[in-house]
């Protein structure tokens, strides 16, 4: 059975700062890898998505990778703003997704 | 393109009561997805359905929990008896095959409150 891990459970940093949030996963047969950022009440936003034959993926300042072989997927949010923050999901699968619980970002102005 | 839409956003029932929840997806989505998200964690999966069909159920509690997805279409998540356990946000999501391998979409959900 898949099991997704996301560490930090939180996070607080400076406006600006350059940040990642880690995302593990048990099984390395994985079709997707999906980023998702959540606001408080609403609904799940997809950020980016990653095929397993990929390594990466880029949109504006949000920078994904996947890393089959170690079970692992990181996001890197470059020049960090207020309005980054939010809880960010990964999910891995194709039907029946598998999330994480999340790390919730904070960041100060 | 219209989003996700589901209905209601909030909803607050007694222990026993039933309730019913909406989902409208993105036209054209072959694929519509039920998950509860209990505070603290991230979503799971209820039910996916495959047009009219169900792909997979393993992990809807059916003594309580039903679904329906009448003509393909738009989707009711249906809980009776509720319980205090039950109290989640409510997300539906869709997706279809000729956009980016499945990706999904989420609607705003319904958070339920069960006292």
């Known amino acids: 059975k898949q099991e997704v891990t996301q560490i930090p459970a939180a996070l607080s940093v400076p406006e600006g700062e350059n940040l990642v949030l880690n995302c593990s996963f048990t099984?390395?047969?994985?079709?997707?890898l999906q980023w998702f950022r959540q606001d408080p009440g609403k609904g799940l936003t997809s950020l980016l998505l990653?095929?397993?034959?990929?390594r990466e993926q880029t949109s504006g300042r949000l920078n994904a990778s996947l890393d089959k072989s170690s079970g692992r997927s990181t996001l890197y949010i470059a020049a960090s703003q207020p309005g980054d923050s939010a809880t960010y999901l990964c999910?891995?699968?194709?039907?029946?997704?598998?999330f994480g619980a999340g790390t919730r970002l904070t960041v100060k102005p | 393109e219209a989003g996700v839409a589901q209905s209601p956003r909030y909803k607050i029932i007694e222990k026993r009561q039933s309730v019913a929840f909406w989902c409208n997806p993105i036209?054209?989505?072959?694929?519509l997805y039920w998950y509860q998200q209990i505070l603290g964690q991230g979503p799971k999966l209820l039910i996916q359905?495959?047009?009219?069909?169900?792909?997979?159920d393993s992990q809807l509690p059916k003594d309580r929990f039903s679904a329906e997805r009448l003509k393909g279409v738009d989707s009711t998540l249906k809980i009776q008896p509720a319980k205090l356990e039950d109290s989640a946000v409510y997300l539906c999501?869709?997706?279809?095959?000729?956009?980016?391998?499945?990706?999904?979409?989420f609607g705003p959900g319904t958070r339920l409150t069960v006292t």
């Open positions: 999501a869709s997706s279809s095959i000729r956009d980016k391998f499945y990706e999904q979409y």
């Open positions: 099984d390395s047969a994985i079709y997707n």
């Open positions: 990653i095929q397993s034959s990929q």
């Open positions: 999910a891995v699968g194709l039907g029946d997704m598998r």
């Open positions: 036209s054209g989505h072959a694929t």
């Open positions: 359905f495959q047009n009219n069909g169900v792909v997979d």
